[in-house]
């Protein structure tokens, strides 16, 4: 044994087990606290992780739910919109007949007026022909003797009319 008393490279082993032995004695508290606070923040992360994905779901949940309220929401106002709509078809429809019977009514009192017009234009110019026709063929037919006998008789029968 004293042989490897002897043997630097016994000596060296001897003094690398002392130095490991004082490295590890004085490193291992900031070793461990170094490694305690590592685990503490990793902890730490892990529950603001979990907080944050519990955050995460109630805020999800919530959205979801008023996303359900604003659907409900936009179909009821679809319906409301379709039933307007709807109404405002029908007056609208309603309103038109009623103006078309207006536009009618007021299209046959203008045709009434219009052919009592032409009908009182055609017997005035039927007058005024039978007029003029009969002015010439009084005008033709009638001599002067007998103009003078027909107004004779027209003076006398004029004082009979005339009582």
Same mark, same amino acid.
Not at 138 to 161: F, P, T, V, W, Y
């Given at each position: 044994?004293? +042989?490897?008393?002897?043997?630097?490279?016994?000596?060296?082993?001897?003094?690398?087990?002392?130095?490991?032995? $004082?490295?590890?004695?004085?490193?291992?508290?900031?070793?461990?606290?170094? $490694? &305690?606070?590592?685990?503490?923040?990793?902890?730490?992360?892990?529950? &603001?992780?979990?907080?944050?994905?519990?955050?995460?779901?109630?805020?999800?949940? #919530?959205?979801? +739910?008023? #996303?359900?309220?604003?659907?409900?929401?936009?179909?009821?106002?679809?319906?409301?919109?379709?039933?307007?709509?709807?109404?405002?078809?029908?007056?609208?429809?309603?309103?038109?007949?009623?103006? $078309?019977?207006?536009?009618?009514?007021?299209?046959?009192?203008?045709?009434?007026?219009?052919?009592?017009?032409?009908?009182? #234009?055609?017997?005035?110019?039927?007058?005024?022909?039978?007029?003029?026709?009969?002015?010439? $063929?009084?005008?033709?037919?009638? &001599?002067?003797?007998?103009?003078?006998?027909?107004?004779?008789?027209?003076?006398?029968?004029?004082?009979?009319?005339?009582?």
């Amino acid at each position: 044994m004293e +042989h490897l008393f002897e043997n630097p490279e016994t000596w060296v082993l001897v003094a690398f087990v002392i130095f490991v032995a $004082l490295l590890v004695k004085k490193a291992s508290p900031v070793i461990i606290s170094a $490694l &305690d606070a590592r685990a503490t923040r990793i902890r730490d992360e892990l529950e &603001d992780a979990t907080r944050l994905r519990e955050e995460g779901q109630s805020l999800l949940a #919530q959205y979801q +739910h008023q #996303q359900r309220g604003v659907k409900s929401e936009a179909e009821a106002m679809l319906e409301r919109a379709r039933r307007d709509s709807k109404l405002m078809m029908e007056t609208a429809t309603a309103r038109l007949a009623e103006q $078309l019977l207006q536009r009618e009514k007021q299209a046959r009192q203008n045709i009434a007026r219009t052919e009592a017009q032409v009908v009182d #234009q055609v017997c005035a110019a039927a007058a005024e022909l039978a007029i003029a026709t009969a002015e010439q $063929l009084i005008i033709q037919n009638l &001599d002067k003797s007998r103009a003078m006998a027909l107004i004779d008789r027209s003076i006398e029968d004029l004082g009979a009319r005339l009582r």
